[in-house]
Each structure stands twice: as C-alpha cells, then as structure tokens.
DNA sequence: TCACTATAGGACACTGAGTGCCACCCGAGA
DNA sequence: TCTCGGGTGGCACTCAGTGTCCTATAGTGA
C-alpha cells in the first residue's frame, strides 16, 4: 500500500493515462481506482468529481493567489500584483511541462473537462476583480474597467499559455506571459485611469510630505495615507 | 396530452419551480417530468443534461449570433457587429424579465448551474474573437487582443446584465449595455488599432478611389478590396 | 512496550443521472 | 388500409457520487 501522500498522486496520474489511452467518458472510477491500487471510495476522498482528478491542484492555487493578492504591499501597483499573481498560476504549469501538455490534450477533447477549467480561469478572473475593487476603488465606473482588466489579465494568461502548451510545453512561459501582459495591461493602464476619475474633488488637492532623504518607503507612504485620513 | 412544441416549455417552467422551491439537487428528472406530465425519457429527449432545462435557448442563440456575426456587412465596423450581437444575446433576456429573475436566484445558488453558464458565455466570447480575427487579421500580435476584446465585451455583457437582474429585471437592459459598451469599446479602440499595426508597409500606400455620387456604398467597398488585391 | 486515539482507507449499499432499446401512437401520404 | 417516420413511454442498465460502518495504521503519552 502506497504511503499516505502519494495516492493522490498516483490517482492523478493513473487518471491522466487512463484518459489519454482511453478517453475520459469511457474511463471509469474504478478503473482509475484499481491502476492506483486504491479502493474507489478513496478516489473520491480526494476529488469532489471525476474531472477534478487532473486538475489536482486549482483550488490550493486559488488559495495562494487569493493569499498573495491580500497580502501585497500598498506601495505595489495593483496591476503588478496581478500580473505576480498569474505569473504564480503558470509557473505551477510550468513546473512539469510533460504533464501540462498531457492534461492540455485531454482537456481539449472532452467538453466536461474544458468546463471545469473554464469555471476555475473565472474563480481567477473574480478574485482579479476583488482584488482591483479593493485596491482601486469599487464605484459603479469603476466596477465594470476592474471586471474587464481582470478579464484581460486572464484572457492573456491563457493566451499564452495554451500557445506554449500547444508548441509541446518548451521555452520560458513565465517569460513569454510577463511579455505579453506588459504588453497587454501597461496599455490598458492608462484607459483603466484616465476615465471616470472624480475631478474637482479633493483628490486633486496638493500633499506635501516633508522627510529625511534615508526614510524608508513603507514610512513614508504611511505618512501620506495618515495625511489622507 | 400537450402539443409538442409546448412539451419543452413546460419542462422548462416545471424545473425551475422546482429548483426555486426546493433547490437543484433536491429535485429529481423524475419531479420535473411528473410535474409537465411527461416520462422521464422524455426530458432526455428535450435536454442532454438536468442542468440545460433553465437554460433552453443557448444552443440556438449561439447559432443565431455566429450567424449574425459571418453574415455581418463588411461596411460595419467589427466592434459594432459584436455590440449587436451582444445586444442581441441581452435582449433574449428582456424578453421575459420575470423568468430571467427567477433563472438568476437559482443559477446565483447552484454551483453546477454557474458552471454551466459560464461555458456559456465563454462560447460566446469564442464566436466573438473569432470573428474578429477573420474580419481584422488573425496575426500573431493581434489574436491576443481580438481575445481581450472579445472578453470585455462579454465580461460589459454580464456585468450590466447582472445589474439589471439583481434589480429585478426592471428598466431598459438594452440601452444600458449599449451604453455601457459603447463606453468600453470605443475606449479600447484605439488601443486595438495604434499598436502592432505593421508600419512603412503597403498598407500605408495612398489610395485613391473616383466614383459617380450616387454609386452605393457597397459598390464602392467592392471596389476598395479589389483596388487592394 | 503497550494501550489509546485520530485519521485515512476499505466494503457495501443506495440514490439518481444519463443511455440504449424496443414497443407504441399518431399523422401523412400512397 | 397499409406503411412510414418522428416523437413518446417503459424498462433495464451503467456508473457517478454519497452515507455509513468497519478496519488499519501512525502518532502520542505513560
């Protein structure tokens, strides 16, 4: 009997196989049980469904970037931090390409699987949004330009990824996606503030901070956020 | 017995009391089917699967939108072409507020059902970047932000969509989803056009075309493509 | 070394989604 | 009247997913 961890490995990864020699409708839970050497009732210990069984890991990396998001610096720009965060998601592909490529085939021929990854890129998208809403204000103008720049970031996430998965998983992804999405978000970044700003209103009033040349930055932005009230 | 074509309509309005009522998993094909007065094979006949009863017609208006969009004039610039096709999506909705409103509180509460319709619409954000492509060039540069396109405009869709819902379905849906996307997508216009655009090409050449007043447009365009090869 | 407990896996039974198959009904046409 | 075709009903079957109870093992304290 395999030791504790490793079931949930090789469940995956007799899934996986299994999926690719076989097609996935024509796989059964059993059969995935018994090439792991696991009872069935185990497998879905580990998975809700059956087609979270390749997906092993979207909802742990939905967790860290939640947890990255929440806890980046204020002094960061907030598109930065997305694009840290979805640099984060492909890394994780990129950590064992062969796999990645497997599960791309996969996914890209049975309509259920494509769903459940469909369905996990929006839980990405929404929390993008939150995370903007939070950062960069929630008002109704707003609101919508945070949805679509979410929508973007994803949107490009996958771009890429899928093109470096479709070329057989070789070259830098992470390179490619930190490329594409400065490309992508530095160029919506100013239609994202220009609009819809409050003008006239005391976000246009003068802040003067005065301070010692060694002052750290966290200090100083600090000050100016208690000079904000 | 009903006639046939209402068969459909009453599964449909037999689910989604149900669903409202009792919740999605708490009720049975077997519930659904009894309340329209129909076999449980029957519902199989009309929807492949349990969660397709509330939502009947995205097969068909999928259909209606890629149809819309390949038969679109060349004369119409493509974003408008997608803004109608949006609009046209929005509209199935203002159809029947009062249905709508009940599919949203079910839909807003039932995992599988939230799934199932974010498939959906991301068919729609396909058709949507796929038409760009063919109508705008489907070069690598480009691709990437046909999809970004393709995926605010979906993403302005849902969210005044959603809007109008959680209001309770009441006020002019269309016009507030023109507005909104024609806020979003003559904002993203130029930011599509002024980039990656080859330059010092052929496309820069001057081109001069002479013709009768009263000549139609689509005589003119014709011409236009011809003078280009 | 020996209980003791918590945690994870196994065995089994059960519900319900989805499918295949065949029989039936009913309207259209020869 | 016969037959043909499309939609329906009935039935049986597979398999996903769950609840329940039992067992094995690893870790803990004495």
Redesign the pocket.
């Known amino acids: ?1 395999p030791a ?1 961890r490793d ?1 949930r490995r090789s469940l995956t990864a007799a899934a996986l196989d299994l999926f690719l020699a076989q097609g996935f409708d024509e ?4 059969q995935i049980a018994e090439a792991a ?6 497998f ?3 998975f ?4 979270d069984a390749i997906f092993p890991d979207h909802d742990a990396m939905l967790r860290e970037i939640v947890a990255h998001l929440e806890t980046a610096s204020p002094l960061v720009p907030p598109l930065t931090a997305v694009t840290e965060a979805a640099l984060m998601v492909v890394g994780t592909y990129a950590a064992d390409p062969e796999t990645s490529v497997k599960r791309y085939e996969v996914t890209r021929r049975v309509p259920s699987l494509r769903e459940h990854e469909i369905a996990a890129t929006s839980r990405y998208q929404r929390a993008f949004a939150a995370f903007l809403n939070e950062r960069d204000g929630a008002g109704e103008p707003r609101r919508l330009r945070h949805e679509v720049i979410a929508a973007a970031a994803v949107t490009t996430h996958n771009h890429v990824l899928r093109a470096w998965l479709r070329g057989g998983g070789t070259g830098d992804v992470r390179a490619r996606l930190s490329e594409a999405l400065s490309g992508i978000l530095e160029g919506l970044e100013p239609w994202l503030d220009d609009r819809d700003r409050p003008r006239d209103s005391e976000d246009d009033d003068v802040l003067v901070v005065v301070t010692r040349r060694g002052t750290p930055l966290w200090k100083i932005a600090q000050e100016i956020e208690a000079a904000r009230g």
């Open positions: 009997m504790r079931i796989t059964t839970v059993d050497g696991v009872a069935r009732r185990t879905f210990r580990h809700k469904v059956k087609e």
